[in-house]
C-alpha cells in the first residue's frame, strides 16, 4: 500500500511540477529543504533564523549507564525527538527537556535525528558505533 502510494505521489508531484515549469512558474518553497521518509515529508530549515539555537547533540559513553545523548539548546523547552534509520524509517520518538535518551537497544548505523522545539524544526545526522 505504502508503495501504491509513493508512486501516486511522485506521479502526481511530476505532473503539477511538469504544468507549472511549462509556465514559468516554480511553486515549491525556497526556504525549506523537504526529505520524504516513510511517507512523511519533515522539513529543514534552509536559513538561520529558522534553526534551533545552540542545538548541540552530546554524547556519553559509560560503564554503568551505558552509550546515551543529550539533546540540548539554548532554550530550554521541550523537544520532541524522532530517530530514523538508513532506509527512511522512524525507529523511536520521544520527548525531553534535557534528560538522557539511552542508546543501548539502538543497532550500530547512521541515524537522522529530527528535532522540535517550539515551531522550529532541524536535522541532524548521528552515527552509533
Do not use: Q
Request: cysteine-free; overall charge positive.
Amino acid at each position: 500500500m505504502k508503495t501504491i502510494y509513493l508512486l501516486l505521489l511522485l506521479s502526481i508531484n511530476s505532473i503539477a511540477n511538469t504544468t507549472n515549469e511549462e509556465n514559468g512558474i516554480n511553486t515549491k518553497p525556497k526556504t525549506t529543504i523537504e526529505a520524504f521518509y516513510n511517507s512523511e515529508i519533515i522539513k529543514k530549515p534552509a536559513s538561520e533564523s529558522d534553526s534551533i539555537s545552540g542545538l548541540k547533540i552530546i554524547s556519553y559513553d559509560s560503564e554503568k549507564h551505558g552509550k546515551h545523548i543529550y539533546i540540548v539548546s539554548d532554550i530550554y523547552t521541550m523537544k520532541k525527538i524522532s530517530f530514523f534509520n538508513k532506509k527512511g524509517r522512524k525507529v523511536f520518538t520521544t520527548s525531553t527537556i534535557g534528560s538522557p535518551i539511552y542508546l543501548s537497544k539502538f543497532k550500530k548505523g547512521v541515524y537522522t535525528i529530527k528535532v522540535v522545539e517550539n515551531d522550529k524544526t532541524e536535522i541532524k545526522e548521528f552515527a552509533i558505533n
